[in-house]
């Protein structure tokens, strides 16, 4: 079974406005970690935003923001206000074990793509 | 600060033959990770390491596969007799410790002819 699910086709966004990147994720650790990383096209992974799995608070980060449902085992990367240097491919990733470095390797989802239009 | 650096950024090798790809954290970070990214793949786990020694190489994809990390700084990843299958992305990525967010480097192409 796939830890990490992103099922959206490309995604197109006005600029702008704002876009929801969406992603599940399936563990049976109590203790884990979610990452979002951008990967333009030069091909550099950078970094984003973080959740961990007891952390009681959205993760925020300027424009980014990630809706945590742990019910639901999602955690989705809001964009507000999209930038045309938005356009990207978007990673979400999980670190199971959260604070236990045994585990410390990411895993990742397929990736989604967005296309942020003028 | 200096990222995470890689080289080098292209390589193409016939197939048969060995590479080391170089990788050279964040100053100060004690954890350094290495990843491939291939088209059919998606993004995979290859071995990370804490200081100079690898507790979990269970990623590398056979034994034409080793990586080494001295000084507790930079490391290299050695394909033996490469081969076709081999063509992808390499990245590197370090973290303060273990468990802190892992930062990426700009990657390795690397293809096998």
């Known amino acids: 079974a796939q830890k990490i699910t992103q099922t959206q086709p490309g995604m197109f966004v006005q600029e702008k406005e704002a876009v929801t990147l969406d992603c599940t994720y399936d563990?049976?650790?109590?203790?884990?970690?979610l990452f979002w990383y951008k990967q333009p096209s030069s091909g550099e992974m950078i970094f984003l935003i973080y959740?961990?799995?007891?952390?009681?608070q959205n993760a925020t980060e300027g424009r980014y923001s990630l809706n945590f449902q742990k019910a639901r085992k999602s955690a989705n990367l809001v964009i507000s206000a999209s930038q045309l240097g938005d356009s990207a491919m978007y990673f979400c990733?999980?670190?199971?074990?959260?604070?236990?470095?045994?585990?410390?390797?990411?895993?990742f989802g397929k990736g989604i793509t967005l296309s942020v239009r003028p | 600060g200096a990222g995470v650096s890689q080289s080098p950024s292209n390589k193409v090798t016939e197939k048969g033959k060995d590479v080391e790809l170089r990788c050279d954290p964040i100053s100060g970070h004690t954890a350094l990770y290495w990843y491939r990214q291939s088209l059919g793949q998606g993004l995979e786990f290859l071995i990370y390491?804490?200081?100079?020694?690898?507790?979990?190489k269970s990623g590398l994809p056979s034994d034409r596969f080793s990586a080494e990390r001295t000084g507790g700084s930079v490391s290299t990843l050695t394909i033996q007799r490469t081969q076709q299958e081999d063509s992808a992305v390499y990245l590197c990525?370090?973290?303060?410790?273990?468990?802190?967010?892992?930062?990426f480097g700009p990657g390795t192409r690397l293809t096998v002819l």
């Open positions: 563990t049976s650790d109590q203790s884990y970690g």
């Open positions: 990525a370090s973290s303060l410790g273990l468990g802190d967010t892992q930062y």
């Open positions: 390491f804490q200081g100079n020694s690898a507790p979990d």
């Open positions: 990733a999980m670190r199971e074990a959260h604070h236990t470095g045994a585990n410390s390797k990411l895993t």
């Open positions: 959740q961990g799995s007891y952390d009681e």
